[in-house]
């Protein structure tokens, strides 16, 4: 009787193991960390690249630049948790970036939480999100067009107080852009989805429960597109500044 009732506790903890086992590897598609930003307790949390999967300013422009990525632990828009800040400013570029845990070279999904509060009017554009690489090793991953593959920004609306989410495509300039969606209110918080193939050299975008977007081409601003991608970055710069929050950043891949 007692080999038997061991044994029958054996398989139950066998079923048990199994079945943890496999809740770790569905939660192992994950490719990035603290998506939250819970772990992070301070603003030099955010900013520090602990050569771990972290967060990290990676622009350093000047020292005042990464001072713009702070830690927001206030109520914005209804969101009373951790969520990172930047900062608009008219003569320094800020990136928030992390690096996927492993390289992307199919397809892969990134989603975020954004709330842009204020664009600069002077350039209208900013809140950029862009997923790429990191190849000349000079002012951090995505900071040259070559490195970036998808490429979304904010402008203001024509309407106060509503912003447009839009993308560049291809090799067009500013002027070409992608309108992804229209007339979203500022202050608010809005749900990003991004698609990405990129064997494909392609990606959509679905913001909050709109149906996707047609597929977009990838960024091109050398000779061809990437076609590792290793970084999401999400920036202001000198020439496309705002400021706005960003919370819940998920990249998984199917």
């Known amino acids: 009787m007692i080999i038997r009732s061991l044994s029958c506790r054996l398989a139950s903890l066998f079923v048990l193991a199994f079945a943890l086992a496999a809740l770790a590897g569905a939660a192992g598609t994950g490719l990035l960390a603290d998506g939250g930003f819970d772990a992070c307790k301070k603003s030099g949390d955010l900013r520090t690249d602990n050569k771990g999967p972290d967060w990290s300013e990676t622009r350093k422009d000047t020292d005042k630049g990464p001072k713009l990525l702070v830690l927001s632990t206030k109520k914005v828009a209804g969101n009373a948790t951790h969520k990172a800040m930047i900062k608009a400013h008219p003569d320094l570029n800020t990136y928030l970036t992390q690096s996927f845990a492993t390289p992307q070279t199919a397809t892969f999904t990134l989603t975020y939480d954004i709330c842009v509060k204020e664009i600069l009017p002077d350039d209208n554009r900013s809140g950029f999100c862009l997923i790429g690489a990191s190849y000349d090793k000079k002012n951090g991953p995505n900071s040259t067009g070559k490195e970036r593959f998808v490429f979304l920004g904010w402008e203001n609306a024509k309407a106060p107080g509503k912003i447009n989410l839009f993308a560049r495509e291809a090799d067009k300039d500013w002027t070409g852009r ?40 990838a960024f ?7 076609k590792k991608l290793t970084h999401v970055s999400f920036a202001s710069w000198n020439d496309g500044a705002g400021t706005f929050y960003v919370d819940n950043v998920k990249a998984t891949n199917p």
């Open 220 to 226: 091109k601003g050398g000779t061809a597109i990437p």
């Open 178 to 217: 992608t309108l992804v969606a229209t007339n979203l209110d500022l202050m608010a918080w809005h749900k990003v989805e991004v698609a990405v193939d990129v064997k494909k050299g392609t990606y959509t975008v679905r913001v909050g429960q709109s149906p996707a977007s047609k597929p977009l081409k």
